[in-house]
């Protein structure tokens, strides 16, 4: 009802609108053209309200928020040139979730403990980023890192509940959908991956090949 | 080049895993943290205190440079240094907060849906930290699983079902209990949002001595509630104005059960919504009891606050009395609403500059040509202000020159007119007889088309037929004209080929009888020829 008020609903809106534009952004910079993109937008947005598909022992899946996102990453594994670029997205989901795992340890339980530290939402997605450029300045690397990092953070949470015996907990992987934290780490790892590489091509004085 | 990245990285990740703890569930964070039961054990809080050295609040949040913290009193301070546990903050400003209107106001008298039927209220709650207790009812400050805080949480449902409200609560764990707890209830929060609550809070217990929470309300010991703002969203001013909206509305029917509103770094999945709030329950030095009456006279705000006065004469609660009752219907909606545009407006902003920046930096000659076209804006603007100037200062004799030639116009305008009306009825009819008879002689076409449709089918059928009957015979004949004809041509060449042969035979004859009466004429030649030369 309150939440239906005008204002309420137009920053809800504006704010959903221009995040799903970021992630059309972004699909049509790993190299898709913009039909698919939207496509594909439109599914995931749609496939997040589906029923999440039961995987066995509290472990489900989201179509939208998880299916979509790793069809997408194993497209572009499998589209990606050279034995080396295939191998370095699946390098910086692994990267990537063992640093954000540790960080999650390792960091205060509560953000903004240390000061500027990062939100636990956009860790993973920094993290991305960053592995995905130092492994050599790739978006692909970067959007499957995000995805693949949040999976696997997601996947041995509910592994660590199993191991501890508390095997009711349902963990649904991407069950945010399109809002999700796996996709807001693949779309913010892109776009930051992205814009430290033009700005640092920028400063040395032009682009170079593109990976 | 490379071979830094790499090694950047493998560093990066051998620090993480070195820090890590080896066993994830047992071992303490390495840093400071409020939860860290040693720290607890020996009392060690972060403190903020003003310029004049007094204690404004004591909590479990590291605080840093540039949180916000408005107190009870409605005094706003802003943390300016930050050393060890104590902060030191400035005051900022006394804020204004909205004002509840009375208990005879129709309920809900600015909201956005008013129809004949009662739309649904909901109200959504939720626990990220799920392990959340307190420690003199449940014994511990931590349970790996649905912890204390759980049972606040239902209280704060119970409360708000009693008075008719829709509560959607939801109990999912989010363990384990570390850091990614926030990402993990976001899924939680996503669900609860696709619900359409009105708002959605998120119910967690500070760490702090037992004092800086307790209070007595109506004879009662009641824990304080202390709502938490994260400042790293896009929609921060929408959530933060709620956040005072709610302690305007507690300070009239529960003075002093809001602690105060918390404006820290972090998101706490607010950005999903500019109606979610976190809310700190006491701490977990304080019995769990307390915190559910706490909660529970929480209820009577939100409910209030959204749903209007008649909510609370459901209450077990009763409403103060203090309530003028000729209070004017409805609430203010102008905070909220201010900090909704200030938001889209920022937002827009914010993507705006972003995309353009993005731009930019893919397009350097874009950007010259963006300097070059700023350069020469003033002198283009020059160049535009001199025409206005000039358009304006010829304005009014020309307008003058208008209103003396208007008449004149005006008439010239109707003669023109009426001329033109004269001439459009024959140009519609001249239109419309073309178009009736091109129309009529296609629909004629048409009908006779139709008509002699089926006799040519027919005809056509028969010809078809009688040829389809023919055509073998004609095939026959066809084929023996061409047989014999082959035939004709056979024995033709045959003949041909045999007279050649025999002229050629004849040819080969007489030219070898020629050739040899020739050779004796030349013998003969030759003879005669010797004999002489001999004579």
Known sequence: MYARAPGIMLVVVVTAVIYLILLHRVLDRLRMDKKTALILVALMYVGGFLPSLPLGGGLALNVGGMGIPLGICAYLVIKAPGKEEKLRGPLTALAGAALVWSLDRLLPINPGSLGYELDPLYLPAAAAGLIAYLLGRSRRSAFIGGIGSIFLMDLSSWAENMIRGFRYIPVVLGGGGVFDAALVAGVVGTLLAEVIGEVKERLSGGPREEK | ?535
């Open chain 2, 1 to 535: 080049m490379r071979k830094l990245n790499l090694a950047l990285l493998a560093a990066l990740l051998m620090a993480a895993c070195c820090l890590a703890p080896a066993s994830p569930g047992k071992a303490a964070p390495l840093l400071d943290d409020e939860l860290t039961p040693e720290e607890l054990k020996r009392g060690r809080y972060f403190y903020m205190i003003d310029e004049r050295g007094r204690t404004l609040l004591v909590t479990g949040h590291r605080l840093r440079e540039g949180d916000r913290y408005l107190t009870s009193e409605n005094d706003l301070y802003e943390v300016v240094d930050v050393e060890g546990y104590l902060a030191r903050a400035r005051f900022v400003e006394k804020v204004r907060l909205i004002e509840p209107p009375g208990l005879s106001a129709a309920p809900a008298g600015l909201l956005p849906v008013q129809g004949r039927e009662r739309p649904a209220y909901k109200i959504a709650i939720y626990h990220t930290h799920n392990a959340e207790s307190y420690v003199p009812s449940d014994g511990t400050e931590s349970i790996y699983g649905p912890g204390g805080i759980h049972d606040v949480g239902l209280a704060f449902k119970e409360a708000l079902e009693k008075k008719g409200i829709e509560v959607l609560y939801s109990d999912q764990l989010h363990l384990p209990h570390d850091r990614g707890a926030y990402r993990r209830s976001r899924v939680t929060a996503l669900r609860l949002l696709r619900e359409r609550p009105d708002a959605i809070f998120d119910v967690h217990r500070d760490a702090a001595p037992w004092e800086a929470y307790a209070l007595e309300l109506e004879g009662e010991p009641v824990t304080q509630i202390q709502i938490v703002v994260g400042l790293s969203n896009p929609g921060t001013a929408t959530n933060q104005q709620f956040a005072y909206d709610l302690k305007g509305y507690a300070d009239r029917l529960y003075p002093g059960l809001i602690h105060g509103v918390l404006l820290i770094w972090g998101s706490y999945n607010q950005d999903l919504s500019p109606l979610a709030l976190l809310l700190e329950v006491g701490a977990h030095t304080n019995t769990k009891e307390s915190a559910q009456r706490g909660i529970a006279r929480f209820a009577d705000v939100v409910s209030y606050y959204f749903y209007g006065p008649s909510f609370l004469r459901d209450s077990r609660i009763a409403p103060p009395q203090q309530l003028p009752d000729d209070a004017p219907a409805g609430r203010s909606s102008y905070g909220i609403m201010r900090a909704v545009s200030g938001t889209v407006v920022s937002l827009l902003l914010a993507a705006l500059g972003a995309a353009m920046g993005f731009y930019y930096l893919n397009n350097p000659g874009a950007l010259e040509e963006l300097l070059h076209w700023w350069k020469a804006f003033p002198e283009r603007a020059a160049s535009s202000a001199r025409q206005w100037r000039d358009y304006l200062q010829d304005l009014p004799e020309k307008l003058q020159l208008a209103r003396r030639l208007a008449p004149f116009n005006l008439r010239a305008a109707w003669r023109r007119l009426r001329r033109e009306g004269q001439i459009i009825p024959r140009l519609l009819q001249a239109f419309l007889s073309s178009l009736l008879l091109l129309g009529s002689r296609m629909l004629a076409a048409a009908v006779r088309l139709w008509q002699e449709a089926p006799q040519n089918l027919r005809r056509s059928c028969q010809e078809l037929r009688r040829e389809s009957r023919i055509l073998p015979g004609l095939l026959r004949d066809d084929i023996a004209a061409l047989s014999e004809a082959a035939g004709r041509l056979g024995s033709r060449a045959a003949a041909g080929a045999r007279d050649a042969a025999g002229r050629l035979r004849r040819a080969w004859r007489e030219a070898k009888e020629e050739g040899e009466t020739l050779i004796r004429l030349l013998r003969e030649a030759l003879f005669l020829l010797r004999r002489r030369l001999r004579s």
